[in-house]
């Protein structure tokens, strides 16, 4: 257990506000009349709905299928009918809707048949597709579908394999809980995890805030048969970022641009080792999940609460208060504010903080930087906040890269100590998301040159394919309709061999219509009646009358 | 001094073959200044600079004989990539050629599509798909938001839908940060 830790750089040590939820018991599942289950409860590409309006649905069918490889099943998360499959508005900062499908429920909460998964005897592949299909999802806050995250790389293994159970951020108790009262199931799901990866080298990080999380994690890993190592770490936000994390337990340091699997090391949440357990050995789909509901309510507290249960009922079932400002999905430091309070719970819904002024003032206004270099100092990631503020205040974009932007995992610790406080991440995410839209403008706009070249290459190819065409076609011709006319231009033809092709062509033609002209003779006309025979001849009659006036000049032309 | 100007004239005529060589074996192919104004434009290929498509658009710059403010689609944006790229003054797009427009897709309203297939010989990137007398479609990932096929439409089947902001599209705004107020 003495383990040499290491340290990362910067971080704080901030007031951490736990104790307020991690006393209580935790909350049973509350029924909402209606579910509204968003189809992008994961990274890459949404789920694809399989079900139609007004079919009933049981707990745990899966309602909506992974498509593409980075994906995951979506399921409904009670009994009931679905009711819409519509545009609603999602837990996102943008505020903007986006598909979900919305299941009334019918109070019954009827479960789907569920088996449980014999891991031992399926093979990895085998596993990962009904866990992909289970919709699982990595809990700790990037919602990266778990079965991509089981599949082991080109080598074959990665070496190590940890579990963190950190928790660093202020007000977030929902991991705590989870690991105090479900510890043995949280252990199963890493053995599970252990298998399919072939890790040696298995830790648990949690911050030594966390006692009775740590004692029962300590418990529960000695009845494992893998060796386990449960770490108290020092209490330091973010010791809970997945980078400072391994920094701390390992000493590693995840190379700029490059993903902790390329060092060959895992990490996974506690919470997706539970939600493994359930799929697993319940054959559960991920539907519920710890949330904890916090701040400014009466009864601040972790819920077990279904997938697509509006906040504003968790905020109600901890007893409402007057004065709300705001809801943030996530802590205080990287939490999103909601754009309204009825918006649903999704896989990625750690925390529901309710503000308000006392507990959260708003920020006085922000006043010029004064580049007292603060945020570096407590910068996790080893960055220059001041320097990536003031390329992406002035769409320096380019600049910006250079200092290793997308290295910032927006902890907000810049932000937190500046002293003029200047939104800082607000400043780094607007920088990303506009280097990623025009990097995919950029990436549309070579594509649409590629398909014009490649259009005109085409034309110019078919002009000359047709070219080619109509000279072979000629040639044929020419050789076909020459030997008959041998003898009779033998003379004309010495003189322009040319020209009398010509004309043999025109003379084939000439010849072709008029055998055409003749398959278009009148048809039906054996057996006629006699009165048929006297209309018919009547017509031609009129024809031929009709067509001797047109060769005729007009009346007024024969009398000027 | 025949041994100096000698050697001179040595000296000429290896630097002169080195250079005739390297005039032929090291030639750049195409235009490089034309290609990295080409890389500049929006490649939506509309012609409304009035050439026939962005490369022959970014040859007539490079060659002087066009301005850098007739693309529409490019924006105010663009112009200003193209002065910064030739060194020349920023200047306002000129209106004759357009004005930019929200990015667009082409839609076919597939009920009263004929199946011409004029507006699929129009479009410059291929991004229509269908045959004569078969409903045509807009493969809306391809559509660069030209217009060409709008002309071409017999029955005025094809609308431009603007792309509307969703989550995928989304970005994060510019901060703004809030002034005091000053009595």
């Not at chain 2, 509309?46 to 040859?59: H, I, R, S």
């Amino acid at each position: 257990m003495n383990r040499e830790l290491f340290r990362f750089n910067g971080g704080l040590h901030l007031p951490d506000h736990k104790a307020e939820s991690n006393t209580r018991p935790i909350h049973p599942p509350i029924l909402p009349a209606r579910l509204v289950i968003s189809l992008r409860q994961h990274i890459g590409t949404p789920a694809k709905p399989i079900v139609s309006v007004g079919e009933r649905v049981l707990k745990g069918q899966m309602i909506a299928a992974a498509e593409g490889i980075i994906s995951a099943a979506v399921h409904a998360s009670s009994s009931g009918t679905v009711r819409a499959i519509d545009l609603q508005t999602v837990p996102h900062a943008s505020g903007l809707p986006d598909l979900c499908i919305t299941i009334e429920t019918d109070g019954l909460d009827q479960w789907v048949t569920r088996t449980p998964l014999d891991y031992h005897t399926l093979s990895p592949s085998e596993v990962r597709a009904q866990l992909r299909d289970l919709g699982l999802v990595g809990l700790g806050g990037a919602v990266f579908p778990g079965a991509v995250k089981l599949e082991v790389g080109t080598n074959g293994t990665y070496p190590t394999l940890i579990l963190n159970g950190a928790e660093c951020e202020p007000w977030i108790t929902c991991d705590d809980v989870l690991m105090r009262h479900h510890a043995a199931e949280i252990m199963q799901g890493l053995s599970v995890m252990h298998h399919l990866l072939g890790s040696t080298d298995i830790l648990i990080g949690i911050e030594d805030n966390k006692p009775e999380a740590l004692a029962a994690m300590r418990g529960a890993a000695a009845t494992l048969d893998v060796p386990v190592e449960v770490i108290a770490v020092p209490t330091r936000y973010p010791g809970g970022g997945a980078k400072q994390l391994i920094k701390t337990l390992t000493g590693k340091e995840v190379p700029s641009g490059k993903l902790s699997t390329d060092i060959g090391i895992q990490v996974f949440n506690v919470g997706t080792a539970f939600a493994l357990y359930r799929a697993i050995f319940k054959g559960e789909p991920l539907i519920s999940r710890m949330v904890t509901v916090s701040g400014h309510v009466q009864r601040p507290q972790n819920m077990e609460v279904l997938i697509g249960t509006p906040m504003v009922a968790l905020i109600q079932s901890a007893g409402e208060r007057d004065g709300r400002t705001g809801i943030l999905m996530g802590g205080p430091m990287m939490g999103v504010p909601m754009p309204r309070e009825d918006v649903p719970v999704v896989k990625a819904t750690n925390c529901v903080l309710v503000k308000s002024d006392a507990l959260f003032p708003s920020l006085p206004s922000a006043l010029p930087c004064i580049r007292c270099t603060r945020c570096a100092d407590a910068c996790p990631a080893d960055l220059q906040p001041q320097e990536l503020f003031r390329f992406a205040k002035s769409d320096d974009f380019g600049r910006a890269q250079e200092y290793h932007l997308f290295d910032c995992i927006e902890c907000g610790c810049c932000s937190y100590v500046c002293p003029s406080h200047i939104p800082l991440v607000d400043f780094y995410r607007y920088a990303k998301s506009e280097i990623w839209a025009r990097t995919k403008e950029k990436t549309a706009a070579d594509q649409a040159r590629e398909r014009h070249e490649f259009r005109l290459f085409r034309q110019t190819r078919e002009k000359s394919e047709k070219a080619d065409k109509l000279a072979a076609r000629a040639r044929t011709q020419r050789a076909a309709s020459s030997p008959p006319d041998e003898l009779a231009s033998a003379t004309a033809a010495s003189a322009d061999p040319e020209a009398d092709a010509k004309k043999a062509l025109i003379a084939a033609a000439i010849a072709r219509a008029q055998a055409k002209k003749a398959d278009a003779a009148p048809k039906n006309t054996d057996n006629l009646s006699a009165h048929t025979q006297q209309e018919i001849a009547e017509i031609e009659a009129r024809r031929a009358k009709i067509r001797a006036a047109a060769h005729q000049p007009l009346e007024q032309e024969k009398t000027p | 001094m025949f041994a100096a100007i000698g050697v001179m004239i040595a000296i000429a005529v290896v630097i002169g073959v080195v250079l005739g060589w390297s005039a032929i074996r090291l030639k750049v192919e195409g235009d490089p200044l034309a290609e990295k104004i080409d890389a500049i434009l929006p490649q939506t290929q509309c012609g409304q600079c009035g050439y026939p498509g962005c490369k022959p658009y970014a040859a007539a710059i490079a060659a002087g004989d066009a301005d850098i403010n007739q693309c529409p689609p490019g924006g105010e944006d663009g112009v200003k990539k193209l002065a910064e790229l030739l060194g020349v003054e920023v200047k306002p797009l000129d209106e004759t050629h357009g004005t930019p427009k929200p990015k667009s897709v082409a839609i076919i309203d597939e009920q009263i599509c004929i199946g011409c297939t004029l507006c699929i010989q129009a479009c410059p990137v291929d991004a229509i798909v269908g045959a004569a007398k078969q409903m045509h479609t807009v493969v809306a990932a391809e559509c660069t938001g030209c217009e060409l096929c709008l002309p071409p439409c017999p029955v005025d089947c094809i609308a431009m839908v603007a792309i509307g902001q969703d989550l995928p599209h989304w970005k994060w705004r510019y901060p703004v940060i809030e002034l005091k107020q000053v009595a």
